[in-house]
């Protein structure tokens, strides 16, 4: 059953290291999305890819993040020079196009020490 | 800014009893819902949905409600079971985006109690 993979499930960083986030999507998904929550939160959009373009970062923070979802290989989250503030946890999805229902994987909990 | 509320953040009913689980939002440009359940440390699994041409929705247990004038729909779970307990976000998306960004609310944590 080859659902929307994530890993790792669980990373610390110290401040100021680099976090990198990756995200398998279903098989025949070429939609990704990546969503964060925080600690008592619903999830926040961030953005959303199709292969090898961003289609949409609305909600991604101006600074430090970034993601891209080349021809080959999972997307990738990145968050550069990380800060105690964006310990939360990391949730992918994919469909299979944009008018579809998305699928999440289990997330990646991400703790900055 | 928040576009999709859920203003209970828990809710707590005997087995067999109806869970329901309500949802307001704001932007009349939303077309369509859904309803997603998440248990602890899983990824948010999908429930259950509604265009907004349509008022009502129903798979088996799940039937969700729409109501556009009082811009609110809701989650009704009839039998509840004890499995169901759980977190349920609710989410809406604007359709003429075509990027399937959908907007969640904060969810409520559904208890169903044996």
């Known amino acids: 059953n080859a659902g929307v993979m994530q890993n790792p499930r669980h990373l610390v960083r110290r401040r100021g290291q680099e976090a990198r986030l990756r995200c398998s999507p279903m098989k025949g998904h070429s939609h990704v999305y990546w969503y964060r929550q925080l600690p008592e939160e619903g999830l926040k959009f961030m953005v959303y890819?199709?292969?090898?373009?961003?289609?949409?970062e609305s909600g991604m923070p101006k600074e430090r993040f970034s993601a891209e979802f080349p021809k080959e290989g999972p997307s990738i989250l990145r968050i550069q020079q990380v800060v105690r503030g964006d310990s939360a946890a990391y949730f992918c999805?994919?469909?299979?196009?944009?008018?579809?229902?998305?699928?999440f994987g289990q997330g990646t909990r991400l703790t900055v020490v | 800014d928040q576009q999709v509320k859920q203003n209970s953040p828990s809710l707590s009913v005997q087995e067999g009893r109806i869970s329901i689980l309500n949802c307001d939002y704001t932007n009349s440009m939303f077309d369509y819902f859904l309803w997603y359940k998440k248990y602890p440390a899983e990824g948010p699994t999908f429930l259950i949905s509604?265009?907004?041409?349509?008022d009502k929705n129903e798979d088996g247990r799940f039937t969700v409600f729409l109501n556009k004038s009082a811009k609110h729909l809701s989650l009704h779970i009839v039998p509840s079971q004890p499995g169901d307990s759980a977190v349920y976000f609710c989410?809406?998306?604007?359709?003429?985006?075509?990027?399937?960004?959908?907007?969640f609310g904060q969810g409520t944590t559904l208890q169903v109690k044996p």
């Open positions: 999805a994919s469909s299979l196009n944009p008018d579809t229902e998305a699928f």
């Open positions: 989410a809406a998306r604007v359709g003429s985006s075509n990027t399937g960004k959908l907007i």
């Open positions: 890819l199709q292969k090898e373009n961003i289609i949409d």
């Open positions: 509604i265009s907004s041409i349509k």
